[in-house]
T-cell receptor
């Protein structure tokens, strides 16, 4: 079956702009989590959705937001982009309400803010 | 604050050598997972350990979960160039906490 699909793969934006990233989880998966990966900080948790409800939120400013649709697809939005937002944004889907089951990752969206 | 500390950060070894990477925390985890990430790809799960003291083997890779469920190790025997990648440990603490990751160990195996 198809894996986790993230679009776009690459994105270049200017400071102050806003951006929306998309994630389509594996068919049947209801959990979607978002992570920001940078060389200095590693994978930092952004938020987690399960059946359209935000279950957890990491320590990121309010400029970072997300949502999940009824078909489990998820989007994350970053407003007023800063240079420090340049990172690989990874989405992971899971098929269980239980968190210690496998997280399946997409290839990520590489965001560059100039 | 990084809940999971991984060491070493970088490791460069010759093909055929053995190595161990560590994942430590002051917190107790209900489960720990190990992932490998290659350039341009997302992390891929290698193993999940859930019981204190548990040892799991995956071909040349041996994973151990500490008795107190605060630490884990990954041992690779006779490393091969195909083992090159970023090794990440990740854990779920308790209750409704999300899966959190260490910063990873970047392994390079030279032929």
């Amino acid at each position: 079956k198809a894996g986790v699909t993230q679009t776009p793969r690459y994105l270049i934006k200017t400071r102050g702009q806003q951006v929306t990233l998309s994630c389509s989880p594996i068919s049947g998966h209801r959990s979607v989590s978002w992570y920001q990966q940078t060389p200095g900080q590693g994978l930092q948790f952004l938020f987690e959705y399960f059946s359209e409800t935000q279950r957890n939120k990491g320590n990121f400013p309010g400029r970072f937001s997300g949502r999940q649709f009824s078909n489990s697809r998820s989007e994350m939005n970053v407003s007023t982009l800063e240079l420090g937002d340049s990172a690989l944004y990874l989405c992971a889907s899971g098929n269980s309400r239980v968190r210690n089951t496998e997280a399946f990752f997409g290839q990520g969206t590489r965001l560059t803010v100039v | 604050t990084q809940l999971l500390e991984q060491s070493p950060q970088f490791l460069s070894i010759q093909e055929g050598e053995n190595l161990t990477v560590y994942c430590n925390s002051s917190s107790v985890f209900s489960s720990l997972q190990w992932y490998r990430q290659e350039p341009g790809e997302g992390p891929v799960l290698l193993v999940t350990v859930v019981t204190g003291g548990e040892v799991k083997k995956l071909k040349r890779l041996t994973f151990q979960f500490g008795d107190a469920r605060k630490d884990s190790s990954l041992h690779i025997t006779a490393a091969q160039p195909g083992d090159t990648g970023l090794y990440l440990c990740a854990g779920v603490a308790t209750g409704n906490t999300p899966l959190v990751f260490g910063k990873g160990t970047r392994l390079s195996v030279i032929a």
